[in-house]
């Protein structure tokens, strides 16, 4: 399912994609006015009250921007790529990658992999500049 909305210098569209282990992570993306985007995956279940991330990465056509292991964070960019992660009502998580000051380059697909006790998802979200 493609959803797409216009947002001022940017048009978000957001995809979901299969999950390695049969269900999916729902994922979106959205700008602020700050030309800074945000794309978030959601759990597609509850993952409990406190979720330790096993792995978390976040690729764009297959170059590494961020990653979250038990040592610790990495970014490609500290200054630009951010992790997050966010709970939501009912045990629900959302893993997302900030980026700060957007360019026409970062235009294109972004890939999410997340590993955890709960399971392991994969996601995706295509960022398109207007």
């Known amino acids: 399912m493609w ?3 216009l947002v001022p210098f940017l048009l978000i569209l957001s995809h979901q994609s299969g999950l390695l282990a049969g269900a999916e992570l729902k994922c979106s993306a959205s700008i602020d006015l700050n ?5 978030k ?3 597609p279940e509850p993952c409990g009250e406190e979720v ?3 792995y978390l990465v976040w690729k764009k056509d297959s170059v590494l921007l961020a990653e979250r292991h038990q040592n610790g964070t990495e970014s490609h960019e500290p200054n630009r790529f951010r992790l997050q992660p966010v709970q939501l009502r009912g045990n629900f ?3 997302s990658l900030q980026i700060n000051n957007i360019f026409r380059t ?3 697909i972004y890939h999410c992999s997340i590993f955890t006790p709960c399971g392991a998802w994969n996601g995706q979200v295509r960022l398109d500049i207007a």
């Not at 030309?35 to 794309?39: D, G, T, V, W, Y």
Request: glycine share 4%; aromatic share 10%.
């Open 3 to 5: 959803t797409s909305c």
């Open 35 to 39: 030309r800074s985007a945000e794309l």
């Open 41 to 43: 995956c959601v759990t």
């Open 52 to 54: 330790v991330t096993a």
């Open 93 to 95: 998580w959302a893993f």
């Open 106 to 108: 970062d235009e294109g």
